[in-house]
């Protein structure tokens, strides 16, 4: 009987013969032996042929073994600290399953472009198998935290009729007899509705914005986790925001250093990070920027440049409140300390990694959200549902959306966001 062990468990078998099953990451020989690194989706682990520990059949295997050919391969364990891991494998045995023919993606660098066309094999390197175990954790650290906290899931609908976050952005799609639907780009409207039966609501799904930016911050489908929660108002809206990063930061610290070394994250960065955030309105923001010479105005959208500049000295991320109305979503509760503006929120990250969340207190009496929708010229007639929620029952809500991937691109701290998805989508590329 074979004892197939994971990698990540090597520790539990020292002086034990186990038997692995993955793929061949690198070979590499040195005269009278030669080693293997071996790799099961759980970690990595070097194996040792040597004449003395094996049979003559196994230790010729080394002129047919290639990159990514799969196999299974049983030895002893013994520790060792020079060994990646601490731990190394004296080969006894080798099946091979089946015999990689020149794997594309060697152990060097390769342009971008080739390995975005190889993204369904780029997957197996070991920095983006690092990115996609911290976005694991990360996806499950935000859904740990609200279900602890009451918060319940509500999917919300992808095919939907009308646009959340105005209609430049929309995705159409032919939809039978009715005309055209939209891809969401987020399901807030729908989670206001959630919070009228459930209290406390979240969707986590992806979204799609047919969005033209070019940079390294932007997807055209990107998952998004919205809350909703009802009897919230703008500054606890904040403080659970606040919360909810910070215990994602010690989740990713607790289950992902090895990772973290991998990417050759600055983890004491993301140490620091878990402290009281920063605060400031729009207005100290713009003011701010200008003395550092920007030549922003007080109407407008911060831009990437903008981001940074507000974060580079803060260890901690800054929430940016109280924004103009005009450049914020219709559905946002106007100031009442001021009409000009609205009790949004964003949270823009350090180190230059930009807007992660976006949130807002949510325009709860009808008449008002009404004019504003009509002074946007919105159909009026397709959002009777959400101006109901304002009709039946209204009571001060809050929300806020964060963005899976601007998290665990800041997380990982790699350079791209289309590092941190299995499969990303922009402008240029839809393949694979
Ligand atoms: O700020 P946004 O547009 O807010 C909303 O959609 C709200 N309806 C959410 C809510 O209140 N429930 O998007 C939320 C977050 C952003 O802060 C950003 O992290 C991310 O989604 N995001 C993107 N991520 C990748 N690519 C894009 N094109 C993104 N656009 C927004
Ligand atoms: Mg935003």
Same mark, same amino acid.
Request: with cysteine.
């Given at each position: 009987m074979m004892n197939f062990v994971n990698v990540k468990d090597v520790k539990n078998f020292n002086g034990q013969e186990v038997t692995f099953r993955g793929w061949i990451y690198n070979l590499r020989t040195s005269g009278k032996i030669w080693f293997l690194l071996l790799r099961d989706g759980t970690g990595l682990i070097q194996g040792v042929v040597s004449k003395n520990d094996t049979t003559e059949e196994i230790f010729n295997k080394k002129d047919i073994l290639t990159q990514e050919t799969s196999v299974t391969v049983t030895g002893l364990i013994h520790e060792d600290r020079r060994s990646p891991g601490g731990f190394e494998l004296i080969v006894k045995d080798i099946i091979i399953h089946q015999i990689a023919v020149d794997y594309p993606i060697a152990l060097k660098d390769h342009g971008v472009e080739f390995l975005m066309e190889n993204r369904h094999l780029w997957i197996r390197s070991r920095k983006q198998w690092a990115v996609l175990r911290i976005r694991h954790t990360v996806y499950y650290a935000i859904t740990e935290y609200l279900n602890e906290n009451n918060f319940f899931r509500f999917d919300s609908p992808i095919l939907t009729?009308?646009?959340?976050?105005?209609?430049?952005?929309?995705f159409q799609v032919p939809y039978f007899d009715l005309g055209y639907a939209y891809l969401s780009q987020s399901g807030q409207l729908y989670l206001e509705t959630g919070i009228m039966s459930l209290g406390r609501v979240y969707d986590f799904g992806p979204v799609f914005r047919a969005e033209k930016s070019k940079?390294?911050?932007?997807?055209?489908?990107?998952?998004?986790?919205?809350?909703?929660?009802?009897?919230?108002?703008?500054?606890?809206?904040?403080? *659970?925001?606040? +919360?909810?990063?910070?215990?994602? %930061?010690?989740?990713?610290?607790? #289950?992902?250093?090895? $990772?973290?070394?991998? &990417?050759?994250?600055?983890?004491?960065?993301?140490?620091?990070?878990?402290?009281?955030?920063?605060?400031?309105?729009?207005?100290?923001?713009?003011?701010?920027?200008?003395?550092?010479?920007?030549?922003?105005?007080?109407?407008?959208?911060?831009?990437?440049?903008?981001?940074?500049?507000?974060?580079?000295?803060?260890?901690?991320? *800054?929430?940016? +409140?109280?924004?103009?109305?005009? %450049?914020?979503?219709?559905?946002? #509760?106007?100031?009442? $300390?001021?009409?000009? &503006?609205?009790?949004?929120?964003?949270?823009?990250?350090?180190?230059?990694?930009?807007?992660?969340?976006?949130?807002?207190?949510?325009?709860?009496?009808?008449?008002i959200l009404l004019q504003r929708m009509q002074a946007e010229n919105m159909p009026i007639q397709d959002y009777q549902w959400f101006l109901d929620m304002r009709k039946y029952g209204s009571v001060p809500h809050s929300g806020f959306g964060v963005g899976l991937e601007r998290l665990v691109t800041w997380m990982s701290g790699v350079q791209h966001i289309r590092e941190t998805i299995p499969f990303p989508r922009t402008i240029y590329r839809i393949q694979p």
């Amino acid at each position: 009987m074979m004892n197939f062990v994971n990698v990540k468990d090597v520790k539990n078998f020292n002086g034990q013969e186990v038997t692995f099953r993955g793929w061949i990451y690198n070979l590499r020989t040195s005269g009278k032996i030669w080693f293997l690194l071996l790799r099961d989706g759980t970690g990595l682990i070097q194996g040792v042929v040597s004449k003395n520990d094996t049979t003559e059949e196994i230790f010729n295997k080394k002129d047919i073994l290639t990159q990514e050919t799969s196999v299974t391969v049983t030895g002893l364990i013994h520790e060792d600290r020079r060994s990646p891991g601490g731990f190394e494998l004296i080969v006894k045995d080798i099946i091979i399953h089946q015999i990689a023919v020149d794997y594309p993606i060697a152990l060097k660098d390769h342009g971008v472009e080739f390995l975005m066309e190889n993204r369904h094999l780029w997957i197996r390197s070991r920095k983006q198998w690092a990115v996609l175990r911290i976005r694991h954790t990360v996806y499950y650290a935000i859904t740990e935290y609200l279900n602890e906290n009451n918060f319940f899931r509500f999917d919300s609908p992808i095919l939907t009729p009308n646009a959340c976050e105005g209609t430049t952005t929309l995705f159409q799609v032919p939809y039978f007899d009715l005309g055209y639907a939209y891809l969401s780009q987020s399901g807030q409207l729908y989670l206001e509705t959630g919070i009228m039966s459930l209290g406390r609501v979240y969707d986590f799904g992806p979204v799609f914005r047919a969005e033209k930016s070019k940079t390294r911050k932007h997807l055209t489908e990107f998952w998004m986790m919205d809350a909703e929660a009802a009897f919230v108002e703008h500054a606890e809206n904040m403080q *659970i925001q606040e +919360e909810l990063i910070r215990f994602v %930061i010690r989740k990713v610290l607790d #289950k992902n250093l090895s $990772e973290l070394e991998i &990417l050759e994250r600055d983890v004491e960065k993301l140490r620091k990070a878990d402290a009281p955030f920063g605060k400031m309105t729009h207005h100290d923001a713009v003011d701010l920027l200008r003395s550092k010479g920007s030549e922003i105005n007080y109407q407008d959208d911060l831009g990437a440049q903008d981001e940074f500049l507000l974060t580079e000295h803060s260890d901690v991320p *800054i929430f940016i +409140e109280k924004w103009p109305k005009e %450049i914020k979503a219709f559905y946002m #509760k106007r100031d009442p $300390e001021n009409p000009n &503006l609205v009790l949004g929120d964003d949270l823009i990250a350090p180190e230059g990694f930009g807007e992660i969340i976006g949130g807002s207190q949510r325009e709860d009496d009808h008449d008002i959200l009404l004019q504003r929708m009509q002074a946007e010229n919105m159909p009026i007639q397709d959002y009777q549902w959400f101006l109901d929620m304002r009709k039946y029952g209204s009571v001060p809500h809050s929300g806020f959306g964060v963005g899976l991937e601007r998290l665990v691109t800041w997380m990982s701290g790699v350079q791209h966001i289309r590092e941190t998805i299995p499969f990303p989508r922009t402008i240029y590329r839809i393949q694979p």
